[in-house]
Structure formats: structure tokens, C-alpha cells
């Protein structure tokens, strides 16, 4: 820790010197002259070149930008799936979280409404494939009242 502040307090230090020095160093160098037409040229060829800069910066934060939310999202479906599996290893060692889901499950009317619907099917089809034509349906709807 401490020598990243010190690395920081030299760099800071080293560049305000260069920052103060420059221009004391460079004033010894004769300056170039430019007429006033190739001045508007100039100008005009600066200003073109910084918006290409611009233009490829935003081009590549653009590009940055879906790529990380690619790896994201790819991310993301893997923790889902590893949860999931998690949950599913979970239910298989502990029986009372198990239960527990269920009857929150089951609270609601619609997904109580659905498993009827199952279990009158599949009573249906023991019945059909168990049953010969003697056979009555007093165990399927004592079964059926049970559930009820």
C-alpha cells in the first residue's frame, strides 16, 4: 500500500515538473510561421482528425459496452442453471425444505386448480389400464375426495 502512494505522489510530482519545464525548454526552439490561409487548413484539419478520434472512441465503448453485457447475460443464465441445480441437491437432503415449497406452492389457486386437473388424468388412466370393464370407479373418486 504504501508503495502505490508513493509510485502516485512521484508521478504527480514528475509530471508537474515535466508540465512546468516544457515550455521553458521548448521556447529555445525558433517556432514555425504559418500564413494565414494555411492557418484556416490547419484548423479545419485538426478539427476533422478530433472528430475521427471521437467517432472511433464512441465506436469502441459502443463495442465494449455489448460485449460486457454479452458476458453478463451468459453469466448470469450460468449462475441460474448452477442455483438451480444447488436447490435441487438441497431438496434432496433436506425433506422438510421440500415440503415447504410445496405448501407455498400450493397456496396459490391456480396451480391447485392445475394439479387436480393431473390427478384426475392420471386417475383416468390407472383406472383404464388397471381396471376391466367390471371394475367401478369407487376407489378413483374416494381417491378424488380425499384430494378435495
Same mark, same amino acid.
Given at each position: 500500500?504504501?508503495?502505490? +502512494?508513493?509510485?502516485?505522489? +512521484?508521478? =504527480?510530482?514528475?509530471?508537474?515538473?515535466?508540465?512546468?519545464? $516544457? /515550455?521553458?525548454?521548448?521556447?529555445?526552439?525558433?517556432?514555425?510561421? &504559418?500564413?494565414?490561409? %494555411?492557418?484556416?487548413?490547419?484548423?479545419?484539419?485538426?478539427?476533422?482528425?478530433?472528430?475521427?478520434?471521437?467517432?472511433?472512441?464512441? @465506436?469502441i465503448l459502443t463495442v465494449m459496452g455489448f460485449v460486457?453485457?454479452?458476458?453478463?447475460?451468459?453469466?448470469?443464465?450460468?449462475? @441460474?442453471?448452477? =442455483?438451480? %441445480?444447488? +436447490?435441487?441437491?438441497?431438496?434432496?437432503? !433436506?425433506?422438510?425444505?421440500?415440503?415447504?415449497?410445496? !405448501?407455498? &406452492?400450493?397456496?396459490? /389457486?391456480? @396451480?391447485?386448480?392445475? @394439479?387436480?386437473?393431473?390427478? #384426475? #388424468?392420471?386417475?383416468?388412466?390407472?383406472?383404464? %389400464?388397471? $381396471?376391466?370393464? #367390471?371394475?367401478?370407479?369407487?376407489?378413483?373418486?374416494?381417491?378424488?375426495?380425499?384430494?378435495?
Amino acid at each position: 500500500m504504501l508503495k502505490k +502512494i508513493t509510485y502516485t505522489i +512521484i508521478s =504527480l510530482i514528475a509530471g508537474f515538473v515535466g508540465g512546468a519545464l $516544457c /515550455p521553458w525548454i521548448f521556447c529555445w526552439f525558433e517556432g514555425a510561421t &504559418i500564413e494565414s490561409q %494555411d492557418a484556416v487548413s490547419i484548423a479545419n484539419t485538426y478539427i476533422v482528425f478530433t472528430t475521427i478520434i471521437f467517432v472511433a472512441a464512441t @465506436v469502441i465503448l459502443t463495442v465494449m459496452g455489448f460485449v460486457f453485457t454479452h458476458q453478463f447475460s451468459n453469466s448470469k443464465k450460468m449462475q @441460474v442453471v448452477e =442455483l438451480f %441445480d444447488q +436447490i435441487k441437491e438441497d431438496f434432496k437432503a !433436506n425433506g422438510n425444505r421440500s415440503i415447504d415449497l410445496i !405448501n407455498e &406452492i400450493m397456496k396459490n /389457486p391456480d @396451480v391447485v386448480r392445475h @394439479v387436480g386437473i393431473k390427478i #384426475e #388424468e392420471r386417475i383416468k388412466t390407472e383406472n383404464t %389400464d388397471s $381396471c376391466s370393464t #367390471e371394475c367401478d370407479d369407487e376407489n378413483a373418486k374416494n381417491l378424488k375426495s380425499s384430494l378435495s
